[in-house]
């Protein structure tokens, strides 16, 4: 599915970790913050997928779309927090690819986002939100898969950081079952 070409491309595209920290500033994401976070793991090599490993996620670029596995998005930039579910009444520490990766690979960085859930739900991240915090796709809680109860396989989790990220803002932004990114139109 990947050539081993597009597969160097994009471990290179994506490079290394930034320095910065998850932890907001007094009054919400400092400017230093905001635009460099901690990476938990840079990219490495996007792996070919293995026999019968379905596509979690359909990832449309303006280019090309790309079907990612579970092995695959493992491989993609990682980053690790804990915040509340407020559906689930749940705290967890969830790990996850940041939401501005996906746009970067997809080839539309900087441009709002789309996403689609497996349930019909459509919703809409602004770059200027995805592009300076740490919203990921996540794709593990409490160190294992997010199972389908819990609003897994992937789903868009913010930043604990209710100053920056009001639930009565941003609540919608919390996609559960997310299966397809797209560029908004």
Known sequence: MFPTRRVLLVALA???????????APGGWSQAASTSF??????????APKPGERPLL???GRAQTLALTRSQLLALPTVRYATRHAQLGRTFTYEGVPLRDLARLGGFAGQDMRL??????????AARDYGDAPIMLAHTANGKPIPTLEKGPLTVVLPPDE?????SQYGSAWV??????SPAP
Do not use: C, D, K, M
């Open 58 to 60: 359909r990832l449309e």
């Open 38 to 47: 901690t990476y938990l793991r840079t990219a490495r090599p996007i792996p």
């Open 163 to 167: 100053r920056r990220f009001p639930r």
């Open 14 to 24: 994506l490079g290394p970790a930034v320095v910065g920290s998850l932890s907001p």
């Open 116 to 125: 689609h859930a497996s349930n019909g739900y459509v919703t809409t991240i």
């Open 176 to 181: 559960w079952f997310v299966e397809r990114i």
